[in-house]
């Protein structure tokens, strides 16, 4: 991980202004490992179908049912789902969705699809990853000003 000292050296910044530096610096940087952070978000069956598609979701929905009656937590989850719906943002929902794939019930492809509704993804800054703050005055000093 290089500094902020190292960092402005670099031939695309040498040149530019403190203030520009720093600008670019803290803009999301696609070359870094992209974030994916978990929000909520409340599914219901027509989610389901909507998002696997009227037959798909239709299948997986007639096999949940069909395991509900077998399995306690999948019939809770049901119940849930067909009322207030199930937040795809909670880690206990995100496994359970995992569950369905080792079951058969959904493709690895379909789980991903469901769980991407949680989640927001985006790219650090240079100064995000690196957590540095980065601002004109940090750039000039880096620079070797006072």
């Known amino acids: 991980m290089p500094t902020l000292a190292e960092k402005v050296q670099e031939t695309a910044l040498a040149s530019l202004p403190d203030w520009r530096v720093a600008e670019l610096l803290n803009q ?6 992209e974030i994916v952070e978990l929000v909520p978000r ?3 069956p027509g989610t389901i179908m909507n ?5 798909a979701g239709a299948a997986a929905l007639d096999a949940l049912e069909a395991l509900a009656a077998q399995v306690p937590h999948v019939k809770w989850a049901m119940i849930l789902m067909k009322g ?3 937040d795809v943002g909670s880690v206990v ?6 569950g369905l794939v080792l079951a058969g019930i959904i493709t690895t492809a379909q789980a991903n ?4 509704l949680g989640e927001k993804r ?3 800054s240079w100064a995000e990853h690196n957590e540095i703050e980065v601002t004109a005055r940090t750039v000039g000093l880096a ?3 006072i």
Do not use: S, T
């Open 28 to 33: 999301p940087d696609e070359n870094l490992p």
């Open 42 to 44: 409340m599914i219901g």
């Open 51 to 55: 998002e696997l598609g009227a037959a």
């Open 84 to 86: 207030l719906g199930l």
């Open 93 to 98: 929902v995100r496994e359970q969705i995992d």
């Open 113 to 116: 699809q469901l769980k991407a």
């Open 122 to 124: 985006r790219y650090p």
């Open 143 to 145: 620079r070797g000003g």
